[in-house]
T-cell receptor
């Protein structure tokens, strides 16, 4: 039981390049989330998916797109990376009806130059 | 506007003493509160939670207190241990919402 896995662990992009961050969970959770963590800013929600087939914007969605591929997988895409998107990205999942605890992946450290 | 506020960016506590981390919130619709712990280069992990119908929840060395009238909660760690050195995030959920709102975190240093 791996929990929440994220790939890649590290990535360096040039401004304007695109990439997709992958996330998968094996806990059969309905809800999945993407956060970014910046120094002094805590965890800010980018997008979330309450169930397969639905996605909603969070606090900081600009510059990102998401796909809930199936119940297990939730990907985050940067179409044209900008230096302001340099951050650590965390994926999380939860079962809505069970105490709202979110289980987090290990994170992806992204640097945009 | 921040709905969940952790006003102390960092806190240092002697090993064996009590650590008290504070959190304030502004949204009266919040009905569930959680604390997460995060080590460097790892994802946050759930620590303890409390429903708004309670004023205290205890789990081993960790106790969370909720004061709804003051819109304030606190996490007490007794006794503090070296492994407790981490960043602690307070989070809250509004009734029927699918998401939780995180504070900016407090870095706890346990001193030998």
């Amino acid at each position: 039981n791996a929990g929440v896995t994220q790939t890649p662990k590290f990535q360096v992009l040039k401004t304007g390049q695109s990439m997709t961050l992958q996330c998968a969970q094996d806990m059969n959770h309905n809800s999945m989330y993407w956060y970014r963590q910046d120094p002094g800013m805590g965890l800010r929600l980018i997008y979330y998916s309450a169930s397969e087939g639905t996605t909603d914007k969070g606090e900081v969605p600009n510059g990102y797109n998401v796909s809930r591929l199936n119940k297990r997988e939730f990907s985050l895409r940067l179409e044209s990376a900008a230096p302001s998107q340099t951050s650590v990205y965390f994926c999380a999942s939860s079962e809505f009806n069970r105490n709202y605890e979110q289980y987090f992946g290990p994170g992806t450290r992204l640097t945009v130059t | 506007d921040q709905q969940v506020k952790q006003n102390s960016p960092s806190l240092s506590v002697q090993e064996g003493r009590i650590s008290i981390l504070n959190c304030d919130y502004t949204n009266s619709m919040f009905d569930y509160f959680l604390w997460y712990k995060k080590y460097p280069a790892e994802g946050p992990t759930f620590l303890i939670s409390i429903s708004s119908i309670k004023d205290k929840n205890e789990d081993g060395r960790f106790t969370v207190f909720l004061n709804k009238s003051a819109k304030h909660l606190s996490l007490h760690i007794v006794p503090s241990q070296p492994g407790d050195s981490a960043v602690y995030f307070c989070a809250a959920r509004a009734n029927r919402d699918d998401k939780i709102i995180f504070g900016k975190g407090t870095r706890l240093h346990i001193l030998p």
